[in-house]
Structures are given as structure tokens and as C-alpha cells.
């Protein structure tokens, strides 16, 4: 991180990769809340005697920043986080909140709610402590999200007073490819987008915050880091967002105007790289599945060995498609797992499927096991359907059909926790 200004971020990936794709030039992110809800956050809460510790995820998640976001959201600490981080300003997106909530039931008949990605770690916990509990998916739309995100307003606004930015999360219907050109990302869902909206609004009205809007035509980026998702965008997208903050925060009364025209001009690039008139940025090594696609083994291994020659997981996400399919080199589920499980563990969740068949088809305790806990972690559409399956036929779980039920139903936001 660089000095500069100072900023907190309520929100996703969405936000933080538009500081974090440019080494946060300019800036010193204090709080990034990942993927804890607003609506999360205005729950009740332990007492501070009953809050997750760090320490307690260790054996299950080695990256310290997942075991930080598990903690805030089960404990309710985000405001207290903010109060104390310094932030001249905040940016928030309300991303996390179309992904729904868990509802965790406590054997003493205690009700306790999460963000959609933590159902995983949170279960842990409680397991370690000895804590029976059931859980249940519930969409965003039970709650009385206006009167949240009235409390979150009012709470923000006397935090940071008019340095609030907020960030438009909106899919997209298409992404870049292994090809270098547009191609479908599949349709934009509708009630997410509707929800999304409905939050912008009623945050607007009662803030008066700055806004970033999202280009409808914004195109995702299948070879992203944090891996291929419908938010997961092209560079481009948070070059236009990185300059409009810089505007933002530079600037002692931002003209909406100036907003407007940086959000028109955004529009005619994915415009122009939709239509073919100009180019996206592009990374070379995604060319593999493209020499893949029309049979050119040696060039696409060479550029496979190069990127794991260099330590790139990149590398990883191609070999396990390449010895799963034989793809100019001997089949072998073995090593394609190996290299699944690598790419996975790097972010890399386009892959999640494969990662998912491969240990299914082991078929053996350690592999269900292994499975069970990516998935319930992972939490994507892949991850939930497999899961459907292991609740069904108790496959590293016990057998619960009424679980297995729920998880599907969930399903019906495919795509919001990608």
C-alpha cells in the first residue's frame, strides 16, 4: 500500500480492484470489509466473550484477510473497525448484500446471521467449539433491508460525513475470452440487479453520496486474478472507476457533469471493444485455450510451462484442463487434481467444476472430505451443486435431504457469489 489519502472500503472485489489493480497508487486502503452485508452487520451479534477469534480459523483457512472477514461478520465489528481505521473516506458497493444470508441456528435455540461466503468458515468455528447448530440460506429480500441500509446511512454519514462514494455493482452479460474478443457471459440477473438498484437509490437519497455508475456494456474478464466471474471486469473498467475516484477525492466540489462524462466516455470503449474498434487490455498467456482450441499443443504447452516456470498459478488453471482432457499430453486425473487444487487455492473458481469432479470421482473419505469443505467455502454455483449431491447420497456429510433442498434453492441466484 502507498500513502496518500486514506480510504475504507464497504464492500467486494468490485471496489477493492480499483485501488488494487493499480497498487492502491495514491492511496492507503484502512478497512476492507470483503464480503460482509450491511444487512449482516445490523444484526444482533455476540458478546464480546462469544466473538470469533482469529486464531480459531488457522487449521481451516491460511490466508489471514478470510479469517479477518469471518470474524467481523459473525462478531459485528465493521463499524467499530471503521471508527477506529482513520479513513478520510469510504467507498461501498452493495455487492455483498445480493448474495443473501445463513441463518445459523445455536442448539440453545440462539439465532445468529452471516453473509452468504461465510457459511463455511462460521460452521467451522461453532464445530471446534462444540456449538450444534443447523443453518439455512435466506434471500436478501426477507429482510427489511431499507430500514439496514437506513441505520448503515445514518451511520456512515456521521462517520465520514459527505466523503462517502458509492460504486454501482453491476454484472456483466459478456466477457472477454480465451479468444482476446467479446463473447457471452450469459444474461444479467435480473433480481439481484433490481435489488442493487433499489439499495443504490435509498442509499443516495439518504447520504447524498458521490456515485460511480457502471457501464451496462462492461465486460468481465474470464483470465481475471480472483478468477472468471460476471464482476470480475477488464482492466479498462477499473481504470474509468480509478479515475473517477481520483476525481472525486481531489476535487473540493465534484461537478456531477464531470462524473457523467468519465461514465459516457467508459461507455463508448466497451462500445468499441464490443464492436471490434478497439482492443480490451489483454493478457498474451490467455492465448493457450486458443492454440488449445485449434489443436496447437506445443504452443499451448510452451506457454503453460512458461507461466509454471515462473510461479504463475495461471499455469496451474491450464494443466489441470490439459491432463484431464489429454490435451497434448497424457491423460491423468492424478496430476489434473493436483494442478485443480493449486489454481483453486490461488482463486482461481472457473475451475471449481473440474476441481469438483475430479475428487467426487475418487470416491473415497478423504476426498469427500476435501470436497465437502471447498465447496461449502467456495460457495459457487459449481460448489453448491455438488453439494446437492453429497447431501443427497452422504457423501462426506450425513445424509439431509432437507439441506440438500435448500442448498438447490439457493442456486437461484447463480452467479452472485462468483
Known amino acids: 500500500m502507498t500513502d496518500g489519502k486514506t480510504v475504507d472500503i464497504w464492500g467486494c472485489c468490485i471496489s477493492r480492484d480499483s485501488f488494487g489493480f493499480f497498487d492502491d497508487e495514491g492511496y492507503t486502503v484502512k478497512v476492507f470489509t470483503g464480503g460482509v452485508s450491511f444487512i449482516s452487520e445490523f444484526l444482533p451479534g455476540p458478546a464480546p466473550e462469544d466473538y470469533f477469534l482469529n486464531e480459531e480459523l488457522n487449521d481451516r483457512e491460511k490466508h489471514n484477510f478470510k479469517r479477518k472477514v469471518a470474524c467481523r461478520d459473525y462478531n459485528k465489528t465493521v463499524r467499530e473497525e471503521f471508527l477506529g481505521s482513520g479513513a478520510e473516506w469510504l467507498v461501498v458497493d452493495f455487492r455483498a448484500a445480493a448474495y443473501g444470508m445463513y441463518r445459523f441456528v445455536l442448539e440453545d435455540g440462539t439465532e445468529r446471521f452471516v453473509s452468504k461466503i461465510e457459511v463455511g468458515r462460521t460452521s467451522y468455528v461453532l464445530n471446534q467449539r462444540g456449538i450444534k447448530h443447523t443453518y439455512n440460506f435466506v434471500d436478501a429480500r426477507k429482510f427489511d433491508y431499507y430500514g439496514y441500509i437506513d441505520k448503515m446511512a445514518e451511520f456512515v454519514k456521521g462517520r465520514y460525513g459527505d466523503r462517502v462514494i458509492l460504486i454501482d455493482a453491476r454484472d456483466s452479460n459478456e466477457k472477454i475470452g480465451a479468444l482476446g474478443v467479446p463473447e457471452s457471459a450469459g444474461k444479467e440477473l435480473r433480481r439481484p440487479r433490481l435489488l442493487i438498484e433499489k439499495l443504490n437509490l435509498r442509499f443516495i437519497e439518504k447520504t447524498g453520496c458521490h456515485y460511480i455508475k457502471t457501464p451496462p456494456n462492461v465486460l468481465a474478464d474470464d483470465f481475471h486474478k480472483w478468477g472468471a466471474s460476471r464482476v470480475h471486469f477488464v482492466v479498462d473498467y477499473y481504470r474509468y472507476v480509478k479515475g473517477a475516484i481520483d476525481y472525486i477525492t481531489s476535487t473540493e466540489k465534484p461537478d456531477p457533469r464531470t462524473l457523467d462524462m468519465m461514465y459516457l466516455k467508459a461507455c463508448r470503449l466497451f462500445s468499441d471493444i464490443r464492436s471490434g474498434r478497439s482492443v480490451a487490455e489483454y493478457d498474451p498467456s490467455k492465448k493457450v485455450m486458443l492454440h488449445i482450441r485449434h489443436k496447437r499443443w506445443d504452443e499451448a504447452n510452451a506457454i503453460v510451462d512458461g507461466l509454471v516456470g515462473v510461479g504463475n498459478p495461471l499455469g496451474d488453471r491450464y494443466l489441470a484442463e490439459i491432463y484431464r482432457k489429454g490435451y497434448g499430453r497424457e491423460r491423468d486425473d492424478a496430476k489434473a487434481l493436483e494442478h485443480a487444487r493449486k489454481a483453486v487455492k490461488a482463486g482461481f473458481r472457473d475451475i471449481d467444476g473440474l476441481y469438483m469432479k475430479l475428487l467426487w470421482a475418487l470416491n473415497t473419505p478423504e ?21 446437492v449431491k453429497a447431501y443427497t447420497l452422504g457423501r462426506g456429510v450425513e445424509k439431509d435431504r432437507a439441506m440438500a433442498k435448500n442448498i438447490k434453492e439457493s442456486i437461484g441466484d447463480d452467479g452472485l457469489d462468483d
Open 367 to 387: 476426498a469427500d472430505s476435501e470436497m465437502v469443505e471447498y465447496a461449502m467455502e467456495s460457495g459457487s454455483v459449481s460448489c453448491k451443486e455438488m453439494l
